[in-house]
C-alpha cells in the first residue's frame, strides 16, 4: 500500500514538476519567450487557400515581427494529401495551414496529422472564451479542438435568379424548380464535391420530415438534369451573359463581382431559409500541422492571427473579393454591419444548433456527401 | 538508299563491342537500372497503392476493392466509349492534316513555309485554359460572338457553332496541340528524307500527292507511328478541355473520372491508380507493337548525297499558303489576341461593363505580387536546366538505343516509354511518393533538381523517340566515312552526328523547356514554398477564378517559351525550321 501511495505521489511531484514553470508564466512571460524563440526559427511555413486578398496580411507578420513567412497558395485537395504523405514519411514541412475545412478534416484530422489546437493559443485577447461567437470552439463537438474555424461564412441561399427574366411567381423556391418548364433549363455548379451546392441541399434538409422525403426531392430535382460545369466562373458567367435565368451553387466572390460590375439584376430567392439567414459556413479555418518545424514561430503566427485587428484585416479582405465572410471574433468591426449581423443571427438560430456548422459538424458534412452521391446516382 | 535496320546498328557499334566486356558496357548495365528504377519504381508503388483499399493516408487492409470500385463505377462504359472515339476522331483528323502541312511545310516551294512553321510552335506555347475560354467567347451556341456575328449577318436558324458539344471538344483539341505538336516533330522528319526516291518518281511524272502518298509515307511509317502513338497516349489523358466542355453535355471521359478519384474530397487515390494502370495495360502492347515495327521498317536517312528539291506547287502556291495563314491565324493569332485582350478586360469575355471596359490593373496586380519574380526566375531557372539536360540525356539515351547492339536496348526503349502511359496526374503521385520513399532522392524532393528530375522522367518518351527519330535518319556511311578515314568515335560524333541530329536535339530542349514552365499537376505536387513555378503561381488566380490575371500570367509564358525558340533560331540552330 506505501509503495503505491509513493508512486502515486512521485506521478504528482513529476507533473507539478512538469507543469510549474508554465503555470507560474504569466501570458505576456510566455509570450516574450515563446516570440524570442520563434525569431529564432526565423520563419513560418503556411499553406494558404488561394486567396489573393491574404498575402498583405501575411506580410504584415512578416513587418510586424522580423519573421519570414513561406507561404504556398494551393487548393485543398491537392494540398492536402500531399502534406499527409510527406508526413507519413517522416517530412514535416508546414507549420500553419489557412485551408477551408472540409479536406482538413476529412483527411488530415483522422490520420493524425494535426496538433491540438489550442495549446497553440497564448494571448489573453484570443483564448478568452466570451470574444468569440459560439465560444473557443465555436459549436464544434471536438476533443480536443484540431480545426478552428475562425471565420462564419454567409453562403447565399444556393438559386440565383436573373429578375430580369424570371418572375418571383415563377421561381422562389426550391420546389418551383422541379416544374416541367425548367427542365434541363437552368444551371448547376458540378455536384462532385462539397460546395454550395450541396450545402443548400443541406440547408434545405429541416423543411422535410424525414431524410427520405428529402431524398426524394434531391433526386427529382436531378432528374430535371440541370446543365452542369464544374468551373462555378462558367456558371455565374451563364447567368450574367443569359444563357440561364436560373442557376444553382453558383455563387461566390466572382458572381457578386459580375453583380456588382455589370449591374445585373440577380436575386438569391429563397421562400423560407432554414440554414439561417443566411446559411452558414465555416468558409475558413486555421490549424497547425503535426510536428511543425517552427512551433514557435507557429504560436506565434496563431496568436497574431486570431487578434482583433487581423481578423478585421482578414474579413476585409474576404468582404472586397466578394465573400460574405464575417469573423467569429465578437469585438472585429465589418464593412458591411448589416450583413454581419445577419450572419451571426444565423449562426446562431441555424438548425444545426449546437452541432457546428454546415461545413464543421459531422451531420453536415454527411447530408452533403449524400448529395453528392444522389447526384451520381443521377449521372453526374 | 542508305538506310537503317538492325544490321546497320550492328554494324555501327563493332568497333566498340569489341573490347569484351569494358568500361562502356558498365555504363550500359548502369543506365538501363538507372532508367529501370526511375520508371519502374514508382509504377511499382502505383500497383502496390491500388490494392491498398481504405481512406488514404489511414490504416489500409490489402484488397481487390479499388479494382472493382474502378471497373463498376457508374458512367465508365460510356466515358471509355466517349475516350475511344474523341481520341480517334482527333488523332485522324489530326494527323491527316499534320501529315500534309509537315509536307508542304518541308518538301514544297511554300512561300514563308519557316516561318508558318514556327506559328505551330506558338501555337503549341499556348497555355490551354485561356485559349479554351477564348473559344468559348468566340462559339458558345447562345452567346458566341460568331454565332452573333452570324444573326447579325442575317442567319435566321439556330446557332451552327456550339462549342459545348462532341465536336465543339474535337475543335477544340485539334486547334490548340494536337495538330501544332504533330506539325512540330513531323516537319524535320520530311524534311530530312532522302531525296533521291522522290526525285525518281518526279521524274517518272508522278503527282505531288502521288508522291507523297506512295513514296513519302511509307518511307516515314515508323516515325508517324511514333507521333500517333504519343498523341493518342497524351488523347487518353488530357482532362482540361473535356472537363470544362463536357459536362453541361453530359460527357464523361475516362481522364475525368481519374481526375475526380484524384481530387475528391476526401480524395479516393485507389480507384483512381487502378483506372490508371488499365490505361497502362491497354497501352503496352501499342508500345510493343511500335517497337516491332520500327525495328523491322527501314528508315529514311540523311545520306552522303543529301541534296532536296522542293516540290513546285505552281499556281496553287499562293491559295496553299492563304490556306496555311488562316489555318494559323485560328491556331495561333486568334487566341493570342483573345489572351492578351483577356488580361486587359475589367471582366473576361464582357463588352458592357459600365466603369470601363479595359484596364491594366490585372497587370499591374500580378507584376506587383510579391511572389512573381522568385516564381519566374524559379521558372526559368528549372526549364533552363530541364532542357539542357534534356538535350544532354536524351541523346545519349537514344544513341544507345539505337546505334548499339546490347540486348538490353530495346528493353531500355520500352523503359522509356513509361511514364507516358499513365495519366500524368497519376504519375504525379507516384513521382511524390518516389521522393518521399527513397532516402538518397528525399533531399531533392521540394528543390529545383527534384523538379528538373520529374520533369525530365515525364518527358523521356517523347525526347527520347524525337531523338531517335533524327540518328536513326543519318546513314551510317557518314560515320563509317569519317572512321574510314581515320577520326576517333569522338571525333565522329562531334562532326558527324551531333551537328546533323542538333536540330532535333535542340528542338527537344525547347520542346522540355516548354512543358516545364506549363506543367502543373507534377509541380503543384513537387514543388515546395521555397521553388514555386510560374504554373503554379497561375493556379492561384484560376482557382480563384481571376482569369484575367491567369491571362497576364499566360501571357508572361508565353513570351518567355517564344522568347527562347526565338532565341534558339537566331543562334542558328534552326529547330528543323531551315530548308535545306
Known sequence: MSSIRAVLLAFAAAIVTATAPALAQTPQERWDKVLAAAKHEGKVVISHFTDKGLEPILREFEQTYGIKVEASPGRPNSVIPKILTEQQSGQFNWDVLLQPVNNVRLVLEPAGGLEPFLPFLILPEVTDDANWYGGLTGKVPMNPLYVFYDGIAGLGTGIDVNRDKVSRAEVNDWPDLLKPQWKKRFAIYFPDRPANLTIAFACYRPAFATAAAWETYVRAFFAQEPVSSPEFRIVADWLAQGRFDVTVGAEGSYLESLKTKLKRNIESPIGENRCGDPPDGAGRSISVAKNPPDRNAATIFVNWYLTKHVQEEVVKAYVADGAQSVSRRKDAGHPDPVLQQKVVAGFNSGWLQGKGLMTTSDEGLQLQSRVIELAKDAGY | ?580
Do not use: C
Open chain 2, 1 to 580: 538508299m542508305a538506310s537503317i535496320g538492325a544490321r546497320d546498328a550492328e554494324i555501327a557499334f563493332r568497333p566498340l563491342s569489341r573490347r569484351g566486356l569494358d568500361v562502356r558496357w558498365w555504363l550500359f548495365v548502369l543506365t538501363l537500372a538507372g532508367v529501370g528504377f526511375l520508371v519502374l519504381y514508382p509504377l511499382g508503388l502505383l500497383v502496390f497503392a491500388s490494392f491498398e483499399v481504405g481512406p488514404y493516408g489511414r490504416e489500409t487492409a490489402f484488397g481487390f476493392g479499388n479494382w472493382s470500385a474502378a471497373l463498376t463505377e457508374p458512367g465508365l462504359r460510356s466515358a471509355i466509349v466517349n475516350t475511344v472515339t474523341l481520341t480517334a476522331t482527333r488523332q485522324g483528323i489530326g494527323l491527316v492534316v499534320a501529315i500534309v502541312l509537315a509536307w508542304l511545310l518541308a518538301r514544297t516551294n511554300l512561300p514563308g513555309r519557316n516561318w508558318l512553321e514556327f506559328g505551330f510552335w506558338v501555337s503549341f506555347f499556348l497555355p490551354t485554359l485561356p485559349v479554351l475560354l477564348g473559344w468559348i467567347f468566340l462559339l458558345d451556341g447562345h452567346l458566341g460572338l460568331i454565332n452573333r456575328f452570324l444573326a447579325w449577318l442575317g442567319w435566321s436558324g439556330p446557332p451552327p457553332f456550339e462549342i459545348y458539344s462532341w465536336w465543339g471538344i474535337v475543335f477544340v483539341h485539334l486547334v490548340t496541340n494536337t495538330i501544332s505538336v504533330k506539325v512540330m516533330l513531323l516537319t524535320p522528319a520530311f524534311r530530312n528524307l532522302d531525296p533521291s526516291l522522290v526525285e525518281a518518281s518526279q521524274v517518272a511524272g508522278a503527282s505531288p500527292f502521288g508522291i507523297l502518298r506512295h513514296i513519302v509515307l511509307p518511307m516515314l511509317a515508323p516515325t508517324i507511328l511514333v507521333v500517333l502513338l504519343l498523341g493518342t497516349l497524351r488523347s487518353l489523358e488530357a482532362f482540361e478541355v473535356e472537363f470544362i466542355l463536357g459536362p453541361p453535355v453530359r460527357i464523361d471521359v475516362y481522364s475525368t473520372a481519374i481526375y475526380r478519384h484524384v481530387f475528391g474530397s476526401p480524395p479516393d487515390y485507389g480507384p483512381a491508380f487502378a483506372l490508371g494502370l488499365i490505361v497502362f495495360m491497354i497501352m503496352v502492347p501499342f508500345v510493343l507493337a511500335q517497337q516491332m515495327v520500327a525495328g523491322r521498317r527501314s528508315r529514311t536517312s540523311i545520306g552522303g548525297k543529301f541534296a532536296v528539291r522542293l516540290v513546285d506547287l505552281g499556281r496553287w502556291r499562293w491559295l496553299v499558303f492563304a490556306a496555311f495563314l488562316s489555318l494559323l491565324a485560328a491556331m495561333t493569332a486568334l487566341p493570342v489576341f483573345f489572351m492578351v485582350l483577356g488580361s486587359f478586360m475589367e471582366v473576361f469575355g464582357y463588352f458592357d461593363v459600365p466603369g470601363g471596359v479595359f484596364t491594366a490593373e490585372h497587370w499591374r496586380t500580378v507584376l506587383r505580387d510579391p511572389v512573381f519574380l522568385g516564381s519566374l526566375w524559379d521558372t526559368l531557372s528549372i526549364a533552363a536546366a530541364t532542357a539542357i539536360a534534356s538535350m544532354v540525356l536524351f541523346p545519349a539515351l537514344a544513341y544507345l538505343i539505337v546505334r548499339t547492339r546490347y540486348r538490353g536496348r530495346g528493353l531500355l526503349d520500352f523503359l522509356t516509354w513509361i511514364p507516358t502511359t499513365v495519366p500524368g496526374i497519376i504519375i504525379g503521385l507516384a513521382l511524390l511518393w518516389m521522393f518521399l520513399r527513397t532516402p538518397f532522392l528525399r533531399p531533392v524532393y521540394g528543390t529545383e533538381t527534384g523538379l528538373v528530375l520529374a520533369f525530365l522522367i515525364a518527358g523521356m518518351a517523347l525526347g527520347i523517340q524525337l531523338t531517335k527519330a533524327g540518328i536513326m535518319q543519318i546513314s551510317l556511311e557518314l560515320e563509317e566515312a569519317a572512321r574510314a578515314g581515320g577520326a576517333t568515335w569522338l571525333a565522329t560524333m562531334r562532326r558527324v552526328v551531333v551537328p546533323l541530329v542538333a536540330p532535333t536535339v535542340v528542338a527537344v530542349g525547347v520542346l522540355q523547356f516548354v512543358a516545364a514552365t506549363r506543367a502543373v499537376s507534377t509541380a503543384v505536387l513537387l514543388s515546395s514554398h521555397a521553388t514555386q513555378t510560374l504554373a503554379v503561381f497561375q493556379l492561384k488566380y484560376i482557382e480563384s477564378g481571376d482569369l484575367e490575371a491567369a491571362s497576364v500570367v499566360g501571357v508572361v509564358v508565353l513570351m518567355l517559351s517564344t522568347s527562347v525558340a526565338f532565341a534558339a533560331r537566331i543562334f542558328g540552330l534552326r529547330l528543323g525550321l531551315g530548308g535545306r
